[in-house]
């Protein structure tokens, strides 16, 4: 079986929102856990976010994608909070006290689409490029490679 995948997915640090997402077999269970039911796919549901013995951690909007429709081509779950650390930290302590949920690794999440075909390599390099650019013209040429134009002259 897979493995069921959490991590941060805004920077950390103090901001009006903080995402967590989750990936993998078991993002209804975790969807279960914190939010009592399981969104219906691809559709935004502004819900309590709990702790296992009922106590509110936060609430925000949960967005659920339904494998393959997903970035990572699996089922996704994303928990979209206030984006106070302590919230974020709280709310994904939770999230890894389910059985079969483990921390993402720094760009799991795109080695998850690469794996399941959902990138190719060079799209897969573009996000960290993307991520890393330090000027407008890096923007540029790194989304031209996320779209796939690169791969198109390659290929």
């Known amino acids: 079986m897979k493995e069921t995948i959490v991590a941060q997915a805004t920077a950390p640090g ?5 995402i967590l997402r989750v990936s993998g077999p078991l993002a209804t269970k975790v969807a279960q856990a914190i939010l009592g039911k399981c969104p219906k796919p691809r559709m935004a549901d502004y819900l309590p976010f709990k702790d296992a013995d009922g106590t509110i951690l936060d609430q925000g909007i949960a967005l ?3 494998s393959p429709n997903s970035f990572t081509g699996e089922d996704v779950l994303e928990l979209q909070g206030h984006g106070g650390q ?3 930290d709280l709310l994904l302590k939770r999230i890894l006290q389910i059985d079969g949920i483990r921390l993402a690794r720094p760009g799991e999440f795109s080695e998850q689409a690469f794996l399941n075909d959902k990138l190719d390599l060079a799209q897969a390099e573009a996000i960290a490029d993307l991520i890393d650019a330090t000027s407008e ?5 790194a989304l031209k490679s ?3 134009e690169f791969s198109k002259k390659v290929n």
């Open 14 to 18: 103090r901001g009006g929102i903080g």
């Open 64 to 66: 659920y994608f339904k």
């Open 86 to 88: 302590v919230v974020l």
């Open 137 to 141: 013209q890096a923007v540029r040429s």
């Open 146 to 148: 996320l779209q796939g």
